[in-house]
């Protein structure tokens, strides 16, 4: 048990010492930026510039999740398939038009443009997280997660005030519409970067000394299924396509959707907490306590030597997460997001090493971007489920309702990994 807490920072200065990560980091921190900013830009502009409901915001945000949800593998495959820089082209132009457009429609084709906007928003998650796999050897990979874990957490601290700032002084109008074009610039800049998506590509860096066939890795090229007409190719496509999915990696997904669905929902829940007390300007200073405990989890979880179940960071900060509801100022509430801050980036990383670890590299693209899909499920579920709470009992129920739900979901995927691992076990003992 010691051995598996035991910490090693050093890890994290090897890893930095390769140049080529080191782009990747700050371009990844760069790129999320816009995005980080727009979730509470999008609240705030359906509740006061539309003047309508916590349950209506949520609405929105789901809209854009699903439509992330669908498009995220089917982008993960366009990468394996046509690369990084062409795959990326279409999200460069839905940005600029899909959210300079959106602004001034209805609630109804708003939540028609925000599905378009998630399904071709830039997919700067799986796409560095896929490529970090790709550039650092396995033993590294929870130390580089968790640095692409901080600088995501060190942007939650910016982009989210960001967010407000626009919307209270200049207008969430004309704020959507520069988070437009910065998404836009971001995928521009993902594509003038053009990591490395697979072993053997130029750029492909390791920072230990790693066995010459690892460079190598051959491009899948089996064929498709030819028989039994257009539904038996069909059928042979999805079957070949989903080889890579068991119940080890969908307990993986599973995690990955829980802790989605928290995010999602503690942001709109922070956002009606400040609101209620017409304190909605120290969003910003709440953000920074949930996302420092957040950063320095991943800095501790990084270092470890061995990896944590993510089923059981996510149970933990599941249950940590129900009593912010009862926060009665900005620092109270700020101090509260602690606990459950503090296990947000170990959940992310632990959840994306498992499938780094599972899932084959010529089939990992499209793995991570269902890893984003499942996450932006869970986004879906829990700004709605806990708008609706809001709006019908209070700002504690939002927090309630998805740390029961996410709590439910760890229990579930643990049982299901252990039955698992009894029927593995039981031909051996028999």
């Known amino acids: 048990m010691r051995e598996k807490f035991r910490v090693n920072f050093a890890s994290y200065r090897e ?37 309508l409901g916590y349950g ?15 498009g995220a593998p089917w982008r993960g495959r366009q990468v ?27 609630y109804q084709l708003l939540l028609v443009a925000a599905v378009l906007g998630g399904l071709f928003a830039v997919p700067i998650f799986s796409v560095v997280r896929q490529a970090l796999g790709v550039m650092v050897p396995p033993e590294q990979r929870r130390s580089a997660y968790a640095l692409d874990s901080m600088g995501t957490e060190l942007v939650f601290m910016v982009g989210p005030a960001a967010g407000v700032m626009l919307a209270t002084t200049i207008h969430t109008v004309f704020g959507l519409i520069i988070i437009g074009t910065a998404s836009a610039v971001a995928g521009l800049l993902l594509m003038w ?3 490395p998506t697979r072993s053997g590509q130029r750029g492909s860096y390791v920072s230990l000394d790693i066995p010459a066939e690892t460079e190598s890795a051959p491009v899948d090229s089996a064929q498709p299924a030819t028989s039994g007409g257009f539904f038996g190719r069909w059928v042979g496509n999805a079957r070949k396509n989903l080889s890579w999915v068991n119940v080890a990696v969908l307990a993986v997904l599973g995690a990955s959707l829980g802790v989605g669905l928290v995010l999602s929902g503690t942001d709109v829940g922070m956002v009606a907490v400040l609101r209620q007390g017409d304190q ?15 950063l320095l989890g991943a800095l501790l979880y990084g270092a470890l030597k061995r990896s944590i179940n993510p089923l059981w960071l996510l149970g933990a900060m599941a249950v940590l997460t129900i009593p912010m509801g009862f926060a009665t100022s900005p620092m109270s509430l700020a101090v509260l997001s602690i606990l459950p801050g503090l296990l947000c ?20 693209g499209e793995a991570m971007g269902w890893y984003g899909s499942s996450m932006t499920i869970g986004s879906a579920m829990g700004a709605p489920f806990a708008g609706v709470m809001i709006d019908s009992i209070g700002p504690w129920a939002g927090f309630t309702i998805i740390g029961i739900i996410a709590g439910v979901l760890a229990a579930a995927g643990l049982v299901a990994q252990s039955v698992r691992r009894q029927g593995q076990t039981a031909p051996a003992t028999a």
């Not at 394996?80 to 209805?106: H, K, M, Q, T, Y």
């Not at 990383?349 to 990992?364: F, G, M, N, P, Q």
């Open 193 to 195: 970067f053009n990591p």
């Open 56 to 70: 209506a915001a949520g609405g929105v945000a789901a809209a854009i999740t699903i439509g992330m949800a669908l």
């Open 15 to 51: 890893i930095l010492s390769v140049a080529p990560v080191r782009r990747l980091l700050l371009v990844a921190m760069l790129a999320r930026v816009p995005h980080a900013a727009a979730g509470v830009l999008l609240t705030l502009h359906v509740v006061q510039t539309m003047n």
């Open 80 to 106: 394996d398939i046509v690369g990084l820089r062409r795959a990326l082209v279409p999200s460069v132009i839905a940005e600029v038009v899909v959210w300079c457009v959106a602004p001034f429609l209805n």
């Open 280 to 294: 909605i300007g120290q969003l910003g200073i709440v953000f920074i306590f949930w996302c420092g405990a957040s």
């Open 345 to 364: 980036a170990p959940v992310l990383t632990s959840s994306a090493e498992r499938i780094a670890d599972l899932v084959d590299e010529k089939r990992r």
